[in-house]
């Protein structure tokens, strides 16, 4: 319910606030909440009935024109400024999701590096694999760092200040909402994992008398647990970016 109210507001964000608007505004979502009710008695899924809501909502040019109301002319002022095209949109998505998963990997990589360079003290033969691999995955690690970054910020640029089309808004949404789910649980796992760390820590420390192995299993773990944040966060991020406002803003990064 929270994404059909977020929807309707971003409809309205170019409309003057008049005591009329704002009736018509409450009335709107009235209609939309109790549509939303109908479609979940009929059987669908909340994914599938938030999705059909917005999908069957028109323009704000349109609903404006049959409650026979104005609209601010904002739009006339980026009339030489294409639109964000849906199929933009979707590249956006995909490369997100990319540089989501390399940057989160190569986080991963650079807490792996660490936990391999506490096996330099039990032999010989584990310093030189420590070094080797402390090296390798940190090269690895920062190679995925910068190449996904590079890859993102290029992508981002391409969309700046631009207008988003209508069909890119409810998308969006749509996309928005059905990742909620995805994005709760990749969160909650991974907040989990990096509290579960702390501990690990300590029972190595302290029951198996292993300093060096607690400490990996802590950067292991913790690892994971920072994957699972970030990649989630960024894919969400990637899409609240498409419902917030009419213009692709990428400043705030």
Known sequence: MKIIKEYLDSLFLTVPITT???KAKEDLLAI????????????????????AVISEFGSIDEILAELEL??????????D??????????????VTRRFAFELSLGILLLALSMASIMFIG???????LGLFGFAILVAVGIGFIISGSMKYVREKRKLDD??????VHKEAFFQLENYEKSFRMGLSLGIGLCVLSIPTLFFFASIVYSAALGVSTFFVTGGVGAFLIIYTSIVRN????????????????
Request: aromatic content about 16%; overall charge negative; hydrophobic content about 35%.
């Open 122 to 128: 039990f032999s010989e033969i584990f310093a030189f």
């Open 20 to 22: 009329e608007i704002k």
């Open 70 to 79: 104005e609209q601010e002319e904002e739009y006339e002022r980026y009339d």
């Open 238 to 253: 990637g899409f609240k970016k498409m419902t917030n406002g009419q213009y692709f803003v990428s400043d705030e990064d």
């Open 162 to 167: 631009r207008p988003l089309a209508r069909d």
């Open 32 to 51: 939309m909440e109790d549509h939303y009710h109908e479609l979940i008695a009929e059987g669908k899924s909340e994914h599938e009935a938030i999705g």
């Open 81 to 94: 400024v294409e639109s964000v095209s849906l199929d933009e949109a979707f590249d956006f998505w995909a």
